[in-house]
């Protein structure tokens, strides 16, 4: 199938089914891990007709998400003498494929690119909707630029060879899509396991289509797109005190999910049996839901460093009820340090 995306300056299609070819009058640089290398380039690149096509391998993880490796990649189009009308190709997951948008966005002032995710988190968000970026020290996703591809191609057959824990890492993100914009889908998930193509391929078209309706309305998230957000408030704050390397982002983010769900039991904006389903679903994919903060106001200190917060108030996404979120800058400290502290070592 195929879910288009209308955005005011650009219209792109996200095609989920098996790879076709892809024509390209124009040279090419696939930018990929040593992991998806060995497993599936050469089942890429015979998908490719282009003028030239060239690969550029940069390090597999989370933690290689940093300006050292854009510059890896723009040598390597600089060798290439990649012009305005070359393209770049993100054959990986959510990390490569932020690092390949945000150096297309900056290649010559910005050139084009393809999204060809390969794991499950990827499919279902991370490569829908122009997010592009890098992080730092002072946190996730702190550099960056939207940036639109001209294209994604999602193919099932690459979720074949992804580790458990890598597609646990999907689900939860897909559980983020259900519980903020659908219930009727997370019933559906709590009836219905991820353990067949046929159940996946439904779940991963539900949240494309859930994610390019989000996009389509507000593609630089200045409103209904921060939803997207859940559990990311304190996923990205686990991370960064991880040091990106104790948890996938999907894990981070499902923990996140369980810290967002007792906030807003706490404000009353969600019934206790909600948040146990929602945890509940979680475990059930062995996504971790229970993290030991070292120190709660340090962790609550790095909440300003989060892009959506703005001066000295800190937004929070959190849901009211499952299939409804609220984007709040009005929950109180108290609040949030009393939530923290029922997760402290």
């Known amino acids: 199938m195929t879910v288009n995306i209308t955005l005011p300056d650009c219209s792109y299609d996200i095609h989920i089914n098996r ?3 892809i024509q390209l009058n124009a040279k090419v640089v696939v930018v990929t891990n040593p992991t998806i290398s060995a497993l599936h380039l050469d089942y890429l690149l015979l998908k490719i007709e282009a003028k ?18 854009i510059l890896t990649i723009l ?18 997951g959510g990390v490569i494929g932020d690092m390949t948008g945000f150096a297309a966005s900056i290649y010559q002032r910005g050139i084009d690119f393809i999204q060809i995710p390969t794991t499950l988190l990827s499919q279902v968000d991370a490569s829908v909707g122009g997010k592009t970026g890098i992080n730092n020290k002072f946190g996730k996703n702190l550099i960056g630029a939207f940036h639109q591809p001209i294209a ?38 709590e009836n219905n396991r991820l353990d067949s193509v046929e159940n996946t391929a439904i779940a991963i078209q539900k949240s494309v289509q859930t994610k390019a309706w989000v996009v389509g309305q507000d593609e630089k998230e200045q409103g209904i797109r921060a939803a997207l957000n859940y559990g990311h408030t304190f996923g990205h704050v686990i991370e960064n005190e991880t ?5 996938l982002h999907g ?9 967002a769900n007792n906030l807003a039991v706490k404000v009353g904006l969600m019934k206790q049996e909600e948040a146990i389903r929602i945890k509940n679903l979680l475990d059930s994919y062995d996504i971790p839901t229970t993290y030991g903060i070292k120190d709660v106001e340090d962790f609550y200190n790095h909440f300003f ?4 917060s703005l001066d000295d108030k800190i937004k929070f996404i959190v849901p009211v009820g499952i299939g409804d979120c609220k984007i709040t ?7 949030v340090i009393e939530i923290l502290k029922g997760f402290q070592k």
């Open 75 to 92: 040598d390597h189009c600089f060798t290439q003498k990649l012009n305005r009308k070359s393209v770049l190709i993100a054959f990986g």
């Open 19 to 21: 790879l076709k070819t």
């Open 152 to 189: 994604v191609f999602i193919d099932p057959y690459f979720l074949s060879t992804l580790p458990k824990r890598e597609f646990g890492a999907g689900v939860a993100e897909i559980i983020k899509m259900a519980v903020c914009f659908n219930n009727d889908f997370f019933v559906w998930l």
């Open 251 to 259: 894990e981070a983010v499902g923990i996140g999910m369980v810290m």
């Open 243 to 247: 040091q990106y390397e104790t948890y």
């Open 305 to 308: 460093l989060d892009k959506k």
């Open 52 to 69: 030239e096509v060239s690969v550029v391998t940069i390090p597999d993880g989370e933690q290689y998400k940093t300006m050292d490796t």
């Open 329 to 335: 800058d009005e929950i109180s400290k108290n609040d």
